[in-house]
Structure formats: C-alpha cells, structure tokens
C-alpha cells in the first residue's frame, strides 16, 4: 500500500505531462536550498545503488553497468520528476535535485496526512497544480508541499510519520534508480 501511493503519485504525474502541453515550472525550492541537498541525495542514492542493488546484479548485467554515471542538476525547474537515462549517450542516469526533494517531502506529507487519518488525494491535487505551473497564483510562502498540504513544521518528529516517511521515500527511490537502470541495461532512453 505504502508503494502504491508514490507509484500512484508517479503515475499520475506520468499521466497529466502526457495529457497537458508542457508548462515552464515555477520553482518551489529556493536555488540554496537545492545545492545545498544535493550531496546528500548523491550520497544516499550512489550509496544505495552500490551498497544493495550492485551486488544482485548479474555478470552480463554488471558488465553493462560497470560505467554508469549519475547526474545530480541543480536547475531549480526541474522538479516534476524528471528523472532519466541517457543510454545512447555516455550511460548517464540524472536525478534532479528539485525532482527528488518534492519527492522527499510528498512522502513526508503522505506519512503525515496517513498516519493522521486523511486522505492522500490533496497530494494528487497539489502534483496536477504544479504540473499546470499553477503555483503562480499563490503566494511564495505558500507553494512549499507541507505547507500548500497543511502539514505541520513538527510532523516528523512523530516516529510513526518519520518511519512511514523514510520507508515510502525508500521505496520510491529504489524504483526510480531500478527503473532507469533498466533504460540503461536495455538501450532505451528515457
């Protein structure tokens, strides 16, 4: 269930950039804010990769792989979830920043809103405003996901919403890689 959602988000998202024209997106996240997480992304998702998806990889398939290299960009629009693989080019997977911060803290707002007992559609509903580059009409101090969702600054210092949290960013995380990964082994951009 917990993977269902972010798939759901993913999804979703997937299905309104292929319904709607392309919109230029408002950056949500401060350019400060994005170069200062990129290490740690970099760190957790390099580190992952090497730590548990490396070694399940078969002979044929590490071969392939053996040269994959990770992009981590900084560009304050890209945060739709434009995650990618460049298989033609030099085996590059890029992971923007922006992309994987919404995703932290969607996650964070699904742990809140379903350990409190709500309804996750607003996450719907708040990923299809800012695929339609409707965050303009709000106010800057409002087009934060926590705080355009009404989850408060504390939420994660509940251990159940932090577990939830970390457990579906997790997940989500893995999926992506595993799924560019694959773009990779089988020569397929994306």
Known sequence: MRLCVAA?????TAATAL???AATSLPIYSADTIREREPEFRSVIIGNYE???????????ARKLRAVR???PTNEQQVLFEFYANSAGNGTITMPVASLLLL??????????????YSTFSLLDYVTI???NRLAQWP???RLPARALGI??????????????NEVLSKSILFIVAHELGHLLHGLDA
């Open 51 to 61: 730590r548990l998806m490396r070694p399940t990889l078969n002979p044929a398939e």
């Open 8 to 12: 759901a988000i993913a999804v979703s």
């Open 70 to 72: 990770w992009s981590f």
């Open 104 to 117: 932290k803290d969607l996650a964070t707002a699904e742990a809140w809103l379903t350990v409190n007992g």
């Open 130 to 132: 800012v695929r339609l």
């Open 19 to 21: 319904a709607q024209p």
């Open 152 to 165: 408060p600054e504390d939420a994660l210092n509940d251990e159940r919403v932090r577990a939830r949290r």
């Open 140 to 142: 800057a101090s409002d």
